[in-house]
């Protein structure tokens, strides 16, 4: 399980989580996806980074599913208190509770933050 | 004196820290992921609001673009970078990380 | 048991690095095998082998280097990550090596654990 | 599964964020920085007194001895790298940072 | 002015900081150092950091007298919501108010945060 | 008006770099002088040539090597700094530096305005 907390652009860590994510999809079944605290900005609609010089990454998760990562999960406090609904999103995840997201990385034997 | 933050809100407690040596008057400039600050109707949307009634509040454009958020807390004004050199040439700088 | 790392900060200017460090050596002491340490993100600048830190101060990628010949431990740096960062063959120290992300799958299913330590 | 935390409560959310998904009876171990959090008689001294009535709680002793922390919450358990490698052995690993 | 903001030992910051005030201050008159946040953990009594393996630094504070910088502050609330005093600390430094270190942020021409 | 630039970190792991650039370009651009990039912690490694992003990615350090071979801009990484992540003037990039903390001095005073970039 990847768990992605970071914003996009300030750090690199969600766009590299995204490239390691990319490359053990190839090798792994089972890979899942979860989008906690600012890791769930990396999902809002409407990025454009041509101003700062950065290349967005934004449409990147768009393809996860041709990766055969079907499992995406976000926190929905963490969407909540940013303001932003599952309609802000530039795909369709499923939004978990906090006790529902810690039950699934129970189950985890890895996990891997970025 | 210039104060600019670049630290989400929600992640670190740089804005709440730096409001609180930041003297009436004084610009404040949200850069990098600092910018989620000033998006409208979010957790700290009202912390903005009250520094708005003292300070002006600035947020760089192009951070606000590369992030998606076009909607901003009233009040707070988006400069692009000519804007920040012009912030800078009005104001000594105290960068907050 | 049998347990992998990952690293995913440079070295000094955090302590993931160090903590890291220490957890393999005791881990080692306690009779684990530590099977690699793959360094991502900030991490691959781990092995460098021009780092000169001060005579009184520890020295981390020699430090890493020591680790792998003594214990085995292989030290990975992702090839993506170290591109960016200006890790080549020509600067690693002895005992680390590039390699690909496939590797990281391959640490993660081979060992009884995998334990992160980054920023 | 064993929840470390590298990072002062003070400056991210790190701590505040992780203990939302901690299942009951899982350990959650405090290393570098992380360790200031079960300093007792600080800000965060109740929040740690509220999860140890589910969850055990360690902290690194090298963190603790390095910051100068003598005094620890109640209930807190200091232990070493072995103790550190230990809790490992008995458990899959959740590293918050 | 070099404001110190993070702990020690976890990140390098509070050690190249000092480092660099170190070197400033054979230069520089009238440099000052403030403690904020976090950065009072910098001056903690009774760091022992051989278990880390990591040099420790705390006691390098109580030379910057000899360099001339005498100018140490150190923000009330920070102290205050860490438990600690001014007894826990390794050196005297002037405990101030909010507005007060705003009030001297602003005198400066050159702030360098660590 | 004459500006002085303080960056803490590398390049790629956190904008901070990205930003100095974008800010050091449009104060040029508005006609003041931006007399130093100073590099300190992380921010040394900015410097290495060695650095090889993919190709639809910036490259980082040729990129400052840019500005100061066109805008006569000193970019200078601390030499301390450098020695612990493995800078060395073997692998610096054109136009850039390796000298003491005593120059941020002089850059601080013989300046307008210091602006630091970091994390």
Redesign the interface.
């Known amino acids: 399980m990847h768990v992605l907390?970071?914003?996009?652009?300030?750090?690199?860590?969600t766009y590299?989580g995204l490239?390691?994510i990319l490359?053990?999809a190839?090798?792994?079944q089972d890979l899942s996806v979860v989008f906690?605290?600012?890791g769930v900005?990396a999902l809002?609609?409407?990025?454009?980074?041509?101003?700062?010089?950065?290349?967005?990454f934004?449409k990147t998760f768009m393809a996860l599913d041709g990766y055969d990562v079907e499992k995406l999960y976000i926190d929905s406090?963490s969407l909540a208190?940013?303001?932003l609904t599952a309609d802000d999103l530039v795909v369709d995840v499923e939004v978990l509770d906090?006790?529902e997201?810690?039950?699934l990385?129970?189950e985890?034997?890895?996990?891997?933050?970025h | 004196m210039l104060h600019t933050i670049?630290?989400?809100p929600?992640?670190k407690n740089t804005f709440e820290t730096c409001i609180r040596f930041v003297l009436p008057g004084d610009p404040l400039l949200f850069i990098?992921?600092g910018v989620?600050a000033v998006?409208?109707?979010?957790?700290f949307?009202p912390a903005i609001k009250r520094v708005l009634e003292t300070n002006p509040v600035f947020a760089l454009?192009?951070?606000l673009?590369?992030?998606?958020?076009?909607a901003l807390s009233e009040g707070v004004e988006s400069v692009?970078y000519d804007g920040f050199v012009a912030l800078v040439e009005e104001h000594q700088v105290n960068s907050w990380f | 048991m049998k347990i992998g790392i990952?690293l995913k900060e440079g070295p000094y200017n955090h302590q993931a690095s160090d903590t890291a460090f220490k957890f393999a050596e005791a881990a080692i002491k306690k009779g684990h095998t530590v099977d690699a340490v793959f360094l991502?993100?900030d991490g691959v600048t781990n092995v460098t082998k021009l780092m000169d830190p001060p005579q009184d101060d520890r020295n981390i990628a020699a430090r890493w280097s020591e680790l792998s010949k003594k214990h085995g431990v292989e030290i990975l740096a992702c090839i993506?990550?170290s591109k960016r960062r200006g890790i080549s063959d020509d600067v690693l120290v002895e005992g680390s090596a590039i390699t690909?992300?496939?590797t990281?799958?391959?640490i993660?299913?081979r060992n009884d654990r995998?334990v992160?330590f980054?920023d």
Request: aromatic share 6%; glycine share 16%; proline share 2%.
């Open positions: 907390r970071h914003a996009p652009h300030g750090t690199i860590y590299e490239e390691m490359i053990m190839a090798y792994e906690i605290g600012d900005y809002k609609k409407g990025q454009d980074t041509s101003g700062i010089g950065i290349k967005g934004s406090v208190e940013r303001g906090a006790e997201i810690g039950r990385m129970k985890q034997d890895v996990i891997i933050h | 670049n630290k989400s929600f992640e990098e992921d989620y998006q409208s109707g979010n957790r949307s454009g192009p951070d673009d590369a992030r998606g958020i076009t692009d | 990952l991502y993100n993506a990550a690909g992300l496939g990281l799958t391959d993660a299913i995998l992160t980054g």
